[in-house]
């Protein structure tokens, strides 16, 4: 495995995202793994890096608060395209009335659809961090799973030996 870099299935996991929703959102376009892509090759795994975790959780929330998929992926074009998400990704703040998504930065605010009406926005901030957090945990978790189980096959030697 790629070092820094995370499985579909670990991906799933940490942004919360159906396997299903990884496969299609890298298919139209809306987040491909950066890491290592399957180029729609059988069998190459793919792998996501810590800044796609983000992505796909924003997108997620996004979509769990009512919006579009259609609209999310007009969006995010336009953040991507403007570069607002590449440069300073955890200090892009986003907003949405529910019809549209809005971008503020700055203290100016850029309609990723069209103008309109703030009501509420979600801080890729405070995603980033909470990624942070469960990337710390799943490494924990996997480093005691991987120590357990190193004392388990010791174990079965020592008694295979003894036997």
């Not at 940490?14 to 290592?36: A, F, I, M």
């Not at 019809?99 to 980033?128: H, P, W």
Request: proline share 2%.
């Amino acid at each position: 495995m790629k070092k820094n870099a995370f499985t579909s299935k670990q991906a799933c996991y940490l942004s919360g995202c159906t396997s299903h929703q990884l496969r299609y959102w890298d298919k139209v376009g809306l987040v491909s793994p950066s890491v290592q892509s399957s180029e729609g090759k059988p069998g190459v795994p793919k792998f996501y890096s810590f800044r796609d975790i983000v992505a796909l959780r924003v997108i997620k929330t996004l979509l769990d608060n009512g919006m579009s998929i259609q609209r999310v992926r007009r969006a995010w074009k336009y953040l991507s395209k403007n570069g607002d998400l590449i440069k300073h990704l955890s200090e892009v703040k986003l907003m949405s009335d529910g019809n549209t998504i809005y971008s503020v930065q700055d203290n100016e605010v850029f309609d990723a659809l069209k103008y309109g009406q703030l009501t509420f926005f979600e801080t890729i901030d405070n995603i980033t961090q909470d990624v942070k957090e469960d990337v710390s945990k799943f490494e924990l978790d996997k480093d005691r799973f991987l120590n357990l189980l190193t004392r388990v096959e010791e174990d079965v030697l020592n008694q295979q030996l003894e036997a």
